[in-house]
């Protein structure tokens, strides 16, 4: 009989060997190489992402801030930290 090989995930590195990973990978992961063969590599996350988050609501179309009122300081570190994760 034969056997029909099955393809968990593909993924495709660009030019500069950059490639989308699925979950549980999220941007902003330590990734370690645990394992490599001809033809297999295997990576185990080391550290997940540290992203501080600052909880926000819409209210009358406008984006408010849900928690206590953040310094400037942690808003700029919070959208820097979400821009440099993706």
């Given at each position: 009989m034969w056997e029909i090989p099955t393809v968990d995930t593909v993924i495709k590195l660009d030019s500069r060997r950059r490639g989308v990973f699925p979950l549980?990978?999220?941007?902003?992961?330590?990734?370690a190489q645990v394992g490599q063969s001809?033809?297999?590599i295997t990576f185990r996350i080391v550290k997940p992402a540290d992203v501080p988050l600052i909880r926000t609501r819409i209210q009358q179309?406008?984006?408010?801030l849900k928690t206590a009122p953040a310094t400037a300081e942690q808003i700029v570190s919070a959208i820097r930290a979400?821009?440099?994760s993706r």
């Open positions: 549980p990978f999220k941007p902003g992961d330590v990734l001809s033809d297999d179309g406008f984006t408010m979400d821009r440099n």
